[in-house]
């Protein structure tokens, strides 16, 4: 997008003392905040450095989106924002909706409402910018190919829009390339992100699994992790991993990250009936 967004975020401090227990990969091209850590293999790699999973990025966080996986609709999300909005920025948001209802999906290099999306933070304020980029793609109806453009075209800010907006307008997995891209960075706002309700859902046990460790590499609270409980319970493969990684920081003279314990105890609980959250079923 042409406006980079004041709200973007860095990544956390690195330690370099213990290496990411992800295998290394290159990033995928149009992502700028991508590092060599891929959440898909038990091995590591010590080219990747440790960023202190004990200490935790703090970044504004958008108010309107907080919780907005328990909001039952989006319909919700946008009489929470408008309410919080002022005056001005409730216009612009108006009629920022009415122009992409109006002339949805992809139009030449870049359609009015992607330039719409720059401007959010700068219209709304960067507590609201990420729910009214979801609102400005749901009147887009912007499918996976518009997605994918706005995601890796995009700042920070806009691939996070897109990534809480993928719930709401993919209803299959085409769009897991995009979640996998931001599980390959520590932009520790992007990671929270990625591991949300889409992921939950599409996300193969494998590739969930490392999603999960990489949380905990990077510091993001597990909270972030939706349907954790239901995905983690009974998963014997997940445990070892959690074990494997405790036991490494262990040796390296490093504190172990308290979440990883209360993942740890989730996997000692029954195993679950199958779910859609279990996409593939069991990884062997």
């Known amino acids: 997008m042409s406006t980079p967004d004041p709200a973007t975020s860095g990544s956390p401090t690195p330690d370099p003392a213990t290496p990411d227990p992800a295998t290394s990969h290159s990033a995928t091209p149009g992502s700028d905040t991508s590092d060599s850590a891929t959440p898909g293999s038990d091995t590591s790699d010590s080219a990747t450095p440790d960023p202190a999973p004990t200490s935790r990025t703090t970044s504004t966080p958008d108010t309107a989106l907080t919780g907005l996986a328990a909001l039952s609709s989006l319909a919700d999300l946008r009489h929470r924002l408008t309410a919080d909005l002022d005056q001005a920025a409730r216009t612009w948001l108006e009629h920022a909706l009415d122009e992409a209802a109006a002339h949805p999906g992809i139009h030449g290099p870049i359609s009015a409402w992607e330039l719409r999306l720059a401007e959010a933070g700068r219209r709304c304020g960067a507590a609201h910018a990420d729910a009214a980029r979801v609102l400005i793609l749901h009147a887009a109806r912007a499918g996976t190919d518009a997605l994918t453009r706005v995601y890796f075209q995009g700042t920070a800010d806009e691939r996070r ?124």
Do not use: I, Q
């Open 161 to 284: 829009a897109v990534l809480h907006a993928l719930p709401h307008l993919v209803s299959g997995p085409a769009a897991l390339p995009l979640v996998e891209d931001a599980l390959r960075t520590n932009d520790t706002r992007l990671l929270a992100t990625a591991v949300g309700p889409y992921a939950a859902r599409h996300l193969d046990a494998h590739s969930w699994r490392h999603a999960v460790l990489k949380c905990l590499f990077t510091g993001v609270p597990v909270d972030h992790v939706a349907d954790l409980p239901r995905r983690a319970r009974g998963d014997g493969e997940l445990a070892r991993m959690l074990g494997d990684y405790a036991a490494e920081r262990t040796a390296a003279g490093r504190p172990v990250p308290e979440d990883l314990y209360r993942v740890l105890d989730l996997t000692e609980s029954a195993t679950p009936a199958p779910g859609p959250d279990h996409p593939h079923g069991k990884e062997s």
